[in-house]
């Protein structure tokens, strides 16, 4: 079984809220969503970037969805006491129930 560990910073600039990061959150999500599109020439255009230009722009914003998503993941610990080495036990014991993991 392969698992990926990313280390992602606790941003020290913002004053991030639940609400603030989960808009965040689509807002990257969309912006990930609106460069394959362009990469997969969705809206009928031209595909004119060369594909490793976008393959860097797809990652790019894969990483802000990431960093978002950890970011969230600190507002839940402080600010409202999450033990997220807990929830990431029970998000490993629900991927294997569900069938998505065998160790
Ligand atoms: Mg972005």
Redesign the pocket.
Known sequence: MEAKTLSLPRLNQLTPTLESTALKLM??AG??AQVIGKFRGLSGEKVDQDDRAVVKAIT??LL??AQTAVTMMFVMEEQFGVDLDQALQEHWAKLERKGYLVR
């Open positions: 807002e990257e912006e990930l790019r914003e802000d969805v």
